[in-house]
């Protein structure tokens, strides 16, 4: 890990605009991608100050070959991302799933707008989330992270590639489009924390590059340092090469998921606002979490006990908080911008101990306050 000097300035900047500030500041050198509505200012922003510092920009035909790109780039050793909505997010699932199994770190930028198909191109959503998660196919590790507004997307968007550094995995940085659109006065930090991979200490010769290690993260080289080494999206053994043998598979695998789920600490982010003597708890996410703070501030001026808990983290799900959540409160509430993709999520991790219902919208309005704030009283009373 190293500091990187960012710019301090106070700034009045979009969503979309901070996500590509952030990548530039985290490392990032490489962008290919594919204009679409709510994401197309990462692309406008990144074509501009990519090529001013060395890095490349790259406009692809399609978000097929953008992901492919991004790909491409990372394995010979730069930082990439790659961002796109709705549709274009679907296009990427298969070389998302190529980038898992190949464990090769890279950022996908979704900022969500309303589907399905080509849906409400210019309205938000939250209706991605499981396709953050189950978008591609198999058994696969994920992480997701989901900001609340314009600065938190530049925390959230070095994060993401500190994250697919460290753990050698795609990360998903799932926006919506309010988050992307939205302009706030922000404070940008003057040095950040930036992590570089794991670069292999043996010589070429000897380089396994899905070798199993005490991390369960393999060193990864970059092409045309003198390592060569065999990249597939089949199942394969150590050395990269396709196999059928179903130990070996199996020790794949299962090395992908634990060198998740060994480091949930360092993963999963959530904000955790407990309040004495609450039977209601609220959970929300991504610009729902913005009215749903606000709602809950309004409820405890007014009298009522409300407990709230807004991860940053969506994947891997942050079970142990919802289940903490529902140990102290007899009902929660959910609010999000779909059909209760992540209600069910907070069901099952609540296990029976508090009741849950949702407070769901899907016609391309947000969820305002006023409207958390009404379902609190329903609730509390």
Not at 122 to 130: C, I, K, L, N, R
Request: charged share 25%; with cysteine; glycine share 8%.
């Amino acid at each position: 890990m190293s500091q990187a000097t960012a710019n301090a300035k106070v700034r009045v900047m979009s969503g979309n605009e901070a996500c590509a500030e952030a990548a530039i500041a985290a490392g990032c050198r490489f962008f290919a991608g594919y204009p679409i509505t709510p994401s197309s200012e990462i692309a406008e922003s990144l074509a501009r100050l990519l090529p001013a510092i060395g890095g490349k920009f790259i406009q692809m035909e399609d978000e097929i070959a953008a992901m492919g790109a991004v790909i491409g780039a990372s394995l010979a050793g730069a930082k990439a991302m790659t961002a796109t909505s709705g549709p274009g997010f679907s296009l990427k699932q298969e070389n998302i799933g190529f980038a898992v199994m190949a464990e090769v770190p890279c950022v996908v930028v979704d900022v969500q707008r309303g589907g399905p198909s080509t849906g409400l191109p210019t309205m938000p959503s939250q209706g991605d989330v499981m396709q953050a998660r189950w978008g591609t196919h198999g058994d696969h590790p994920i992480i997701a992270l989901c900001p609340r507004g314009v600065r938190e997307t530049y925390d959230l968007t070095v994060r993401a590639f500190n994250l697919a550094e460290r753990y050698r995995t795609p990360v998903i940085l799932l926006m919506d489009e309010i988050v992307g659109h939205v302009n706030e006065k922000v404070s940008l930090p003057d040095r950040i924390q930036v992590v570089e991979r794991g670069a292999p200490a043996e010589p070429p010769a000897e380089y396994l590059p899905y070798r199993v290690t005490p991390s369960d993260v393999p060193p990864m080289a970059s092409f045309g340092t003198g390592y060569r080494y065999h990249v597939t999206g089949l199942a394969h053994d150590e050395t990269g090469f396709p196999t059928n043998d179903p130990h070996k598979i199996e020790q794949l695998i299962e090395r992908m998921h634990r060198k998740i789920e060994r480091h949930l600490d360092d993963i999963v982010a959530v904000d955790e606002d407990f309040q004495s003597g609450a039977r209601l708890g609220v959970f929300a996410y991504g610009s729902t979490a913005r009215a749903a703070a606000r709602a809950v501030r309004e409820a405890r001026e007014r009298g009522t006990a409300v407990s709230f808990v807004s991860p940053t983290t969506i994947w891997p799900f942050p079970a142990e908080a919802v289940r903490r959540l529902a140990e102290s409160v007899d009902r929660i509430l959910v609010a999000e911008l779909n059909r209760g993709q992540l209600t069910h999520e907070v069901e099952w991790a609540a296990a029976g101990r508090a009741e849950v219902t949702g407070l769901w919208r899907v016609n391309g309005e947000p969820i305002r306050p006023a409207d958390i704030l009404d379902r609190i009283e329903q609730e509390a009373s």
